[in-house]
C-alpha cells in the first residue's frame, strides 16, 4: 500500500506570491491533518479535513486555508506569502482521524519564501 | 491544556549502547502518548504508543516507560544503530480529537 504522498518535494516562492500544496493519503484514510515544522516552533497543527469538511483548525492566519476533495485527497493554500512562512509542510492521514488513531506522515514540502 | 516538552535537545550515544529520551508533560489527565521518529528528508514515523493504564510498554529494541505521578515518559532504545539516529518526538493527542500536540524533539547521534 502506497504511503502518504505529497507534491511538490520542494518550493520556491518570492514574498507576497501564493502557494498550493498536495496531499494523497493513504488509500482507505479519510482524515488528511497539515502540520508546520520549524527549527524555532516545531511542529504545529494546521488543520484537519474529513469527508471534504474542515474539522480541525491551529493558530494560523486566515491566509493558510486547505480543502479536502471527495477522493480525501488534500490541498493547502498559503497566500501573501512572508518569509516566516518558510517551513516543511507536513501532511498526515488516518483512517477516521480519532484521537487513538496511528498518524501517517508523507516527507512534506519544503517551502523557501525569499 | 495539553503540552509535552522534551529534556535535552541533542543526545549523543555511542553505537552498541542504550539510549534514553526524556519527556515531560503538563496536563495531568494526558492519557495517551506516542513517540515519533524522524530521519532527515522525511516525515515523522510512528515508533510506539502507551496508553494512561500501562506504565510500561515494549517494541522491538525501544521501551516505553510512563511515570503519572511526576507526568514523565521516556523512550528506551537499546543497542543503539547508527540508523537511529534521527529526531524523536513525544506526542499526545489534544482533548478528544485527532490532532497532536509535540514536543520539540530530540536529536539521538549515534557515534561509530
Known amino acids: 500500500k502506497a504511503g502518504v504522498t505529497q507534491t511538490p518535494r520542494y518550493l520556491i516562492k518570492t514574498r507576497g506570491q501564493q502557494v498550493t500544496l498536495s496531499c494523497s493519503p493513504i488509500?482507505?484514510?479519510?482524515?488528511v491533518s497539515w502540520y508546520q515544522q520549524t527549527p524555532g516552533q516545531g511542529l504545529q497543527f494546521l488543520f484537519e479535513?474529513?469527508?471534504?469538511?474542515?474539522?480541525n483548525k491551529g493558530n494560523f492566519p486566515g491566509r493558510f486555508s486547505g480543502r479536502q476533495f471527495s477522493n480525501s485527497r488534500s490541498e493547502m493554500n498559503v497566500s501573501t506569502l512572508e518569509l516566516g512562512d518558510s517551513a516543511l509542510y507536513l501532511c498526515a492521514s488516518s483512517l477516521e482521524g480519532n484521537r487513538n488513531e496511528k498518524l501517517f506522515f508523507g516527507s512534506g514540502t519544503q517551502l523557501s519564501v525569499l | 491544556g495539553e503540552s509535552v516538552g522534551l529534556h535535552l535537545p541533542t543526545l549523543s550515544v555511542q553505537e552498541g549502547d542504550n539510549s534514553i529520551i526524556n519527556c515531560a508533560y503538563s496536563n495531568s489527565a494526558s492519557d495517551y502518548f506516542i513517540w515519533y521518529k524522524q530521519e532527515s528528508g522525511k516525515g515523522p514515523q510512528f515508533i510506539i504508543d502507551i496508553r494512561s493504564n500501562m506504565d510500561k510498554r515494549q517494541g522491538q529494541r525501544v521501551t516505553v516507560l510512563l511515570n503519572k505521578t511526576v507526568k514523565h515518559l521516556s523512550l528506551q532504545i537499546a543497542a543503539t544503530q547508527p540508523g537511529d539516529s534521527a529526531v524523536y518526538f513525544c506526542a499526545e493527542p489534544e482533548g478528544n480529537t485527532g490532532k497532536l500536540i509535540f514536543g520539540q524533539g530530540t536529536t539521538l547521534q549515534v557515534k561509530p
Open positions: 479535513y474529513f469527508s471534504e469538511t474542515q474539522r
Open positions: 488509500s482507505g484514510h479519510r482524515s
